[in-house]
């Protein structure tokens, strides 16, 4: 296959591949099998668009390629009758009168992915995969277990949903704040895969990351009562105002420090900045999201690195961890410390972390480490962090400006 083909194949998979999988779910009422049967059509499409070109509508052929494969699938199991008067129910036209609570099949797709009997390991690793379109070897380097792991909870969350049969229907309204946490962490999850992808050769994914906005701009619709709704959007908002800012002609990432700001939306800093005036009009404590969104807004209205509130930054990073404990927010934190105070107490926050070895195998830690050690002027220590963190980054982009660093020094 050329080098083209393969680039277009993966391009519709990406963008395609959740409504491919929430279309086929809808009309299968079986996640697994639906996400089985887009897999069978996208092998079909390399296989057979070399020869005969790439269709005008690539998404419709791959879905239509899938539903002809189900047919098949029933046949054999010679229950063709019952299957085929359901699908052929759902490829009909829609009665005027038709409404669901949730018009959209693939946030449906999250709710159900989200559904209480699985756990909540199962649920992100199931959604990541079904709904983010990533494979188990970039789900595993997000979630930092390995991939075995992530392909245990895939393959246990499908058995679970269809042995407790979980039919594709929105669930009830009352239903929708107990799977709430779980539909929010998911989204927030494949938005952090667009915005700064594990792997691959692109810094930024921005079909996912837009994606992943437009489905917590839609929650925010079914649950504007919930703040954390509006804080998800908050913080999506705000965090892709500086997409045409990260990214060189080149493709290379550019860092917030190199960054030029007259490049950032300032509109969807606007439309950020609203929707945490929303979750805090709610009347409730910050969640987790709207934390995250005001850390954001501080990067967003400060006229550079130097001007930016970092004593701010510190404080909200403190109540973020408080409520929502983790070795990432508090290495986060430990980069606003160097800023607001200096790095050697943010070093110390840092070699804390590394003896907890809670972010063993993550290029993260070291690149930060590199990074306080450079400014101590620890030359030799920092180069080797560096290299260590480029070493351990799946993102090529990303290993890249390590590597450059490490050799500056």
């Not at 929105?170 to 107990?178: I, L, M, Y």
């Not at 994606?211 to 703040?227: D, Q, T």
């Not at 420090?257 to 509109?267: E, G, I, M």
Request: net charge neutral; hydrophobic share 45%.
């Amino acid at each position: 296959m050329s080098d083209d083909i393969h680039r277009t194949v993966d391009a519709v998979w990406r963008i395609e591949s959740a409504r491919i999988v929430a279309t086929l779910a809808k009309a299968t009422g079986d996640v697994g099998l639906a996400e089985d049967l887009a897999q069978e059509a996208l092998v079909e499409a390399i296989q057979r668009w070399p020869d005969a070109g790439i269709p005008r509508n690539p998404g419709a052929w791959l879905t239509a390629v899938a539903k002809r494969r189900a047919i098949d699938t029933w046949r054999r199991r010679g229950a063709l009758d019952e299957r085929y008067r359901a699908l052929a129910h759902e490829l009909s036209e829609a009665s005027a009168d038709d409404w669901e609570p949730i018009d959209d099949d693939v946030l449906r797709l999250v709710f159900i992915a989200c559904h209480p009997v699985l756990s909540r390991e199962s649920q992100v690793a199931l959604t990541l995969r079904v709904v983010g379109g990533l494979s188990t070897q970039e789900i595993a380097r997000m979630l930092l277990v390995p991939v075995p792991t992530v392909q245990a909870r895939i393959t246990r969350a499908k058995k679970t949903l269809a042995a407790a049969r979980v039919p594709f229907d929105t669930p009830e309204p009352s239903q929708w704040r107990e799977r709430l946490g779980g539909v929010l962490g998911v989204v927030y999850l494949i938005y952090t895969e667009g915005y700064a992808a594990t792997s691959g050769e692109r810094w930024i994914r921005e079909e996912l990351a837009g994606e992943a906005l437009r489905l917590a701009r839609v929650l925010a619709g079914l649950m504007p009562r919930e703040p954390e709704t509006h804080g998800l959007v908050a913080l999506l908002e705000l965090q892709s105002s500086r997409f045409a800012a990260r990214v060189a002609r080149d493709g290379s990432p550019v860092l917030l420090t190199d960054q030029d700001r007259s490049r950032w939306d300032r509109a969807q800093i606007a439309r950020g900045q609203a929707a945490l005036e929303r979750a805090d009009a709610r009347g409730r404590a910050r969640g987790p999201y709207a934390l995250q969104a005001a850390i954001a807004l501080c990067h967003a209205v400060a006229a550079s690195v130097e001007t930016t509130d970092w004593e701010r930054i510190v404080v909200l990073y403190e109540a973020l961890g408080r409520i929502a404990p983790s070795p990432v927010i508090d290495l986060n934190r430990a980069v606003a410390v160097s800023m607001a105070t200096g790095p050697a107490t943010a070093l110390r926050i840092v070699d804390r972390l590394q003896s907890d070895g809670a972010l063993r195998g993550s290029h993260l830690l070291p690149s930060v480490r590199g990074e306080l050690l450079s400014r101590l002027g620890r030359l030799e220590e920092a180069r080797s962090e560096l290299l260590t963190a480029a070493s351990l980054a799946a993102n090529e982009r990303e290993a890249a400006v390590l590597r450059g660093k490490a050799a500056a020094l």
